[in-house]
């Protein structure tokens, strides 16, 4: 048989060597967008809960988004956000609930 030179082993054995740090880099940068995107989550929870009950009620959450002018979201809209990140019906978020809903 035909021998591989060893420039391209060596090439070879680089590539798989990159391919595992590449991967490593990426769940690492991924960890830290998932925490940091759970950080940005509860700063807006807590700024939308003001009584510090755990959960944003509707007009807590009207009342968040209408400090807001440029949010851009009529009443209804925000109604059938909140609705539908509503998952247990309660008439209130949850942090669970809240967060789920910015994915």
Sequence with gaps: GMEIQEDIISHLKFKA????????????LATKLQRDHYDLCLQ??????????????????????????SSGFDPETLEGVFREADINDDKRLDFNEFMAMTF
């Design 17 to 28: 060597t990159k391919g595992v740090a590449h991967r490593i880099l990426l769940n690492a």
């Design 44 to 69: 807006v929870f807590a700024r939308l809960d003001p009584d510090n009950n755990g959960f944003i009620s509707l007009e807590e959450f009207r009342d968040g988004f209408a400090r807001r002018r």
